[in-house]
């Protein structure tokens, strides 16, 4: 059994971050293994104002974001001094986010959390029990707005064997997660999402909030194993 | 979600499941990379079976490698029909 938890509220991180005296920086993610984060290094030349990147330009990499106020160790959980936060935001999409990616996730939750997945699939005809999640169904949880391209969703056989086999994998601690490859046009991409929707639909209580992230092309999903 | 230290990266919880792709371009994020290598997020990597794709993130995360079965015949015309609906419904 699988249920999503709500580890983190990326908005009121923010807000909570914003209410003390900070200024907003933006560093490009090719910078960041040269930059050192001790306590004395000044900003420099790779740094540039969130404001002037964001969101008037949405940057053209994954940015982290970090939040400086003026004394202290670098702490994100300090209550003083200098406090740290690194967000990774997708480059496609425009970046005046913060409540954008809540209410995604929210929406996601509220469509998809505990729902009998079958009322969302439609069979195909002479199609030896395959189905398919129509147009309408991929836009009630919004899969859209988390990156899925396509109108339709065919829940191919081999996805929820996959599904399956990763859940199994997962179990082992040594692993660090697996690499999902085969020809092109196998519909890998769909297979997060139809882990997205089971991950959700699979729960049977309404109780934890969602959130979901979106990095990039991907999408972020908090799910605790419940064994 | 934590903080995991002075690089400030995020790290998701035991458990996780952080789901990425990856194209030709770009890297999944680094939050994703740090997490997998602590063990912490279990890492989905969906990519093309071109080796520089995932071979650092396969040896350095420690990953399996799971390869997806093509189409087969039912399911490519199940595709057919689906998106043919889907054509017709539009114009209806």
């Known amino acids: 059994m ?5 580890d983190v509220d990326f908005q009121s991180i923010l807000i909570r971050l914003l209410q003390v005296d900070v200024d907003l920086y933006a560093i490009d993610e090719g910078s960041l293994p040269h930059y050192n984060f001790d306590t004395t290094h000044k900003l420099n030349h790779h740094h540039q104002p969130l404001s002037s990147v964001w969101p008037v330009q949405p940057p053209t990499s994954h940015l982290h974001v970090y939040v400086q106020s003026s004394v202290g160790p670098w702490n994100l959980h300090s209550t003083f001094g200098r406090r740290v936060i690194f967000v990774s935001f997708c480059p496609a ?27 969302m699939l439609l069979d195909v005809p002479n199609g030896r029990g395959l189905r398919y999640i129509p147009e309408t169904q991929v836009n009630e949880p919004g899969l859209p707005d988390l990156g899925y ?18 859940t199994s994998m997962s ?24 882990i997205t929707l089971l991950t959700s639909a699979l729960n049977s209580t ?6 979901f992230f979106i990095f990039s092309s991907a999408v972020y999903v908090n799910v605790s194993l419940l064994l | 979600m934590r903080d995991t230290g002075l690089a400030g ?4 919880k035991k458990g996780v499941w952080a789901l990425t792709d990856s194209s030709a371009n770009k ?34 995360l420690k990953m399996y490698h799971f390869v997806m079965d093509h189409f087969t015949s039912d399911e490519l015309r199940a595709l057919r029909f689906v998106f043919i609906s889907f054509i017709l419904f539009s114009l209806t």
């Not at chain 1, 396509?150 to 191919?156: G, I, S, Y």
């Not at chain 1, 309404?206 to 959130?211: G, L, Q, S, T, V």
Request: aromatic share 12%; charged share 20%.
């Open chain 1, 171 to 194: 179990l082992n601690d040594i692993s660090g997660g697996v690499i999902v490859t085969g020809q092109p046009g196998i519909g890998a991409n769909s297979l997060l999402f139809t």
């Open chain 1, 93 to 119: 999409t425009p970046l005046q986010l913060a409540e954008w990616f809540s209410q995604v996730g929210k929406r996601l939750h509220q469509v998809m959390w505990g729902r009998d997945l079958d009322g």
């Open chain 2, 27 to 60: 890297q999944p994020c680094v939050a994703f990379y740090h997490s997998g290598q602590k063990n912490d997020a279990w890492v989905v990597m969906v990519t093309s079976p071109e080796r520089e794709q995932w071979y650092q993130w396969e040896k350095e």
């Open chain 2, 9 to 12: 990266h995020f790290a998701l």
């Open chain 1, 149 to 166: 391209n396509e109108k339709v969703l065919l829940v191919r056989q081999e996805y929820i064997s996959a599904f399956n086999q990763l």
């Open chain 1, 206 to 211: 309404k109780a934890n909030p969602a959130f």
């Open chain 1, 2 to 6: 699988f249920r999503v938890v709500a």
